[in-house]
């Protein structure tokens, strides 16, 4: 059981807007910054989003991320075959002497 | 660019420990955030634990592994160190160095290293 809550799949068909949501708590999302994940099978993850809404260079402006209260979210605009990857939702939680929690992955299918 | 190498695969009895290592190029430790994460097959990610190498004492650790995990930096040679002791078959599992500038925000991963717990 993730401390925060993601679906466990989603589709698109290739050119659609998919979005992933990520809920936790006033410990973690609702009081520090998200972070989103990509990772291709067999391989590490890839940073994808900082700070909630922050691209790391590379990263195309296809991928957004935003967050709202103990909420937040990943839009893949224009999916390609390619974005067919799990994504992760990361947090630092302040609860327990503080640590980073994930959730526990939305498998991204491109139909 | 930054790349971390970790070490190569291991396969371990229970009850007994195993160090990992992960060595920057490109870059340094100094100043950042050293965590690893680990996956179980067919799991998602768990954050053990995670280290600042230019200030000592610095090391937080996860509740889960708080007993049994030490992470240590070296600045001196950029490499980062994660044991974890009395391993079980659960521990089964790969186990990735992440470096950044906050916790949470692992910029650059190491390739992965592939624990085998097994009698």
């Known amino acids: 059981q993730s401390v925060l809550t993601q679906p466990p799949s989603a589709s698109g068909t290739p050119g659609q807007r998919v979005t992933i949501s990520c809920s936790g708590s006033?410990?973690?999302?609702?009081?520090?910054?998200v972070y989103w994940y990509q990772q291709l099978p067999g391989t590490a993850p890839k940073l994808l989003i900082f700070?909630?809404?922050q691209r790391p260079s590379g990263v195309p402006d296809r991928f957004s991320g935003s967050k709202s209260g103990t909420s937040a979210s990943l839009a893949i605009s224009g999916l390609r075959s390619e974005d067919e990857a799990a994504y992760y939702c990361?947090?630092?939680?302040?609860?327990?002497?503080?640590?980073?929690?994930f959730g526990g992955g939305t498998k991204l299918t491109v139909l | 660019q930054v790349q971390l190498v970790q070490s190569g695969a291991e396969v371990k009895k229970p009850g007994s420990s195993v160090k990992v290592s992960c060595k920057a190029s490109?870059?340094?430790?100094?100043?950042?955030?050293i965590s690893w994460v680990r996956q179980a097959p067919g799991q998602g990610l768990e954050w053990m634990g995670g280290v600042i190498a230019t200030i000592f004492d610095s090391a937080t650790y996860a509740q889960n592994f708080q007993a049994r995990v030490t992470i240590t930096a070296d600045e001196s040679t950029n490499t980062a160190y994660m044991e974890l002791s009395s391993l079980r078959s659960e521990d089964t599992a790969v186990y990735y160095c992440?470096?950044?500038?906050?916790?949470?925000?692992?910029?650059?991963w190491g390739q992965g290293t592939r624990v085998t717990v097994s009698s």
């Open positions: 490109g870059g340094t430790f100094g100043g950042y955030f």
């Open positions: 006033s410990f973690n999302i609702g009081s520090n910054y």
């Open positions: 992440a470096r950044g500038g906050e916790l949470g925000n692992f910029e650059y």
């Open positions: 700070r909630n809404d």
């Open positions: 990361a947090a630092w939680d302040d609860s327990l002497s503080g640590h980073v929690v």
